[in-house]
């Protein structure tokens, strides 16, 4: 018959929680790597969305006499045309 210490029991446990928080890690991250990339894709769809009306916007309002100069970092810049009737 097999005779165990406490010392092997100890070991045992520890190899034992480390296997386990092994794994919950390598779970938890997988699933947030799913979520992840669910998020980017809905984001890249939005994104999509906001610049086809953004762009649309923006003909409109060059259609009111003003044209639109995108001076960078997602500000603009609104002058009025010259060749505008008013």
Known sequence: MFRFTIRDVLWLTVVVG?????????????????????????????NK?????NAAILKGVYF????VQDTGGGKFAFKQRRDAKR
């Open 18 to 46: 480390l296997a386990v928080a092994w794994w919950v890690a390598r779970d938890t991250a997988a699933r947030q790597g799913t979520e992840s990339n669910v998020l980017i894709s809905s984001l890249q769809q939005e």
């Open 49 to 53: 969305a906001l610049q086809s009306r």
């Open 64 to 67: 009111l006499a003003y044209s």
